[in-house]
C-alpha cells in the first residue's frame, strides 16, 4: 500500500536533486538591435518558413520569431534570422524593431495567441500592416475587428492552392492560374 507514495516521493527527490537543463544555444541569441525596416514574422512552422522564402526570393529583409528552440535551432543551422521569443510580450515586441517594421506576419496555429499579439502590436503601433494566419472565417473576423490589415483563413489557404493544382493539372498555363 506504501509503495506508490514511495515512488511518488521519489519522484519529487530526484526532480530536486537533478541539475536543471542547461538553455539551448538557439535561445541566447539576440533579436538584431539595429533600426533595419524589416518584415517580422511571428511563428516558424510550415507556414513562417513560406513567407520567409518568398520574402527572400524577393531580397526583403526579416526577422522571424519563434517559442520552439528546436525550430529555431535547425532555422539558424540553415542560416536563416530566427530568434527564439515570446511574441506575447511588449517589450519582446519592441526589440523585434516592431516601431520600425514594413510588417508583422502572424502565422501561429493558436489563434488566441495570434490576436493577443494583433492586440499588442497595433498598442504599440497603430499604423503597423499585419497579416495574420487565422483558423476560420470566425477567427478572421475577430482579428478583423482587433484591427488587423489582411487575414488569411486555413480554410482559404488550402482551398486555393487546391484550386490552383487543378487548374494547372487540366492545362491552364500557371501565370493565369495563380493570377485567378
Do not use: W
Request: net charge neutral; proline share 7%.
Amino acid at each position: 500500500a506504501g509503495i506508490p507514495l514511495l515512488h511518488m516521493l521519489g519522484g519529487q527527490i530526484k526532480s530536486r536533486l537533478a541539475k536543471p537543463a542547461e538553455p539551448h544555444a538557439a535561445t541566447l541569441i539576440p533579436v538584431p538591435a539595429d533600426e533595419v525596416p524589416r518584415v517580422v514574422i511571428a511563428g516558424f512552422g510550415r507556414v513562417g518558413r513560406v513567407v520567409a522564402s518568398l520574402l527572400d526570393a524577393h531580397a526583403l529583409p526579416y526577422i522571424a520569431v519563434d517559442a520552439s528552440a528546436d525550430a529555431v535551432a535547425r532555422a539558424r543551422d540553415e542560416g536563416m534570422p530566427v530568434y527564439f521569443g515570446n511574441m506575447k510580450h511588449p517589450e519582446f515586441l519592441r526589440r523585434c524593431g516592431i516601431a520600425n517594421a514594413r510588417a508583422l506576419v502572424i502565422t501561429l496555429d493558436a489563434p488566441k495567441a495570434a490576436s493577443e499579439i494583433v492586440r499588442l502590436a497595433l498598442a504599440e503601433r497603430q499604423d503597423l500592416k499585419i497579416i495574420v494566419r487565422a483558423r476560420d472565417a470566425g477567427h478572421a473576423s475577430e482579428l478583423y475587428r482587433l484591427g488587423a490589415t489582411d487575414v488569411v483563413p486555413e480554410t482559404v489557404e488550402a482551398s486555393l492552392q487546391l484550386a490552383e493544382a487543378v487548374l494547372v493539372d487540366v492545362g491552364v498555363p500557371m501565370g493565369p492560374a495563380i493570377a485567378t
